[in-house]
């Protein structure tokens, strides 16, 4: 029986050819035909949901351009790692939308960063309101990846992301289940707060390599299921009835003789994975090829890798290479 094509999701738009998170990176993965969109979220000081990777935005945005923001430059631990830079839980909307959004990878992709300090970040409401117009302009539906980052930390300043997140879901109409909305995230805590606030949504656990979620790391120490261990078989006995999937790194995937996807589906559990880029920079050492880092190696062997594991949703950073393949 021949397997299905999986989703092909654009993750944070198509910041393979458009800063990540930006308009136009969303409307060319629309126009790019992908199922769905991944956009990040994170707070500002007044509870404004916004969509950054991350919420240290020296990267991202312009604010290193602003003197009058000089002095909100500051070092932070986030998730046990120390920050240095300016973060969006100090800022107010109405200061965070004087910013602009900037490529975060400007030495791999040049041809992005042309596209530097001229468009707004955008906040989740905009967001959501942008795919919903977008899915009439396309005549198809397209879905949202939603993923909810560092609640535990914004949880201990103050900032509980899951009713806010709640809040603009509803306002804007995706908490019903009439739109496809998946919510993700690599704290499985968060995941049941939204489940709480009764959105309806499938959820699904992402997964590092490496390492601990974070969340409960802080409540269980070194007795905190570590990410590997939660992807063996009585790892996802444990997620059963809890999320809907799991979502994990491709380095996962390409380890030869891995059964993640066949455990987890033998337990009604989707996968997604994540991120699939062309570029040599990001893919396995065996793939690579000639002219740096910047320049495609032969993603196309690693892709197929990936996809005869049979997972369900890919995400990609260039959408019209993603459609092409996996939809091939």
């Given at each position: ?155 201990s300043i103050g900032l509980e992301l899951a009713p806010l997140i709640a809040r603009d879901l509803r306002a804007t109409g995706w908490a019903d289940g009439e739109l496809p909305l998946i919510i993700e995230s690599f704290e499985s805590t968060v995941l049941g707060r939204l489940r709480e606030q009764r959105i309806a949504a499938s959820y699904v656990y992402l997964i590092e390599a490496a390492g601990r979620p974070y969340d409960l790391l802080v409540a269980q120490g ?107």
């Open positions: 029986m021949p397997r299905k094509s999986p989703l092909v999701i654009g993750h944070r738009g198509a910041p393979g050819y458009r800063p990540e998170h930006s308009r136009s990176s969303y409307e060319l993965a629309f126009a790019m035909g992908v199922d769905a969109v991944e956009p990040d979220v994170v707070a500002t000081r007044d509870g404004v949901l916004v969509v950054r990777h991350e919420n240290e935005i020296s990267g991202t945005t312009d604010v290193a351009r602003h003197p009058e923001f000089a002095d909100r430059k500051t070092t932070k631990r986030v998730d046990g790692q120390a920050l240095t830079g300016w973060f969006t839980e100090d800022f107010t909307w109405a200061e965070l939308s004087t910013l602009r959004c900037r490529e975060r990878l400007p030495e791999v992709r040049t041809s992005s960063a042309t596209f530097d300090d001229t468009q707004p970040i955008l906040r989740l409401t905009d967001l959501l309101d942008l795919v919903r117009k977008s899915s009439v302009e396309h005549g198809r539906e397209i879905g949202v990846v939603l993923e909810v980052k560092h609640a535990t930390y914004f949880a070194k007795q905190a299921l570590s990410y590997k261990a939660t992807v063996k078989p009585a790892g996802l006995d444990s997620l059963i009835g809890r999320v809907d999937g799991i979502s994990v790194s491709k380095k996962m995937l390409l380890v030869p003789g891995n059964t993640i996807v066949d455990d987890a589906h033998a337990r009604g559990l989707k996968v997604f994975t994540w991120t699939c880029r062309p570029e040599n920079g990001f893919l396995s050492p065996e793939f690579r090829a000639g002219g740096g880092k910047a320049a495609y190696g032969d993603y196309e062997s690693e892709w197929r890798v990936i996809a005869s594991t049979g997972v369900d949703g890919v995400f990609v950073d260039q959408p019209d290479l993603g459609v092409g393949f996996f939809r091939g």
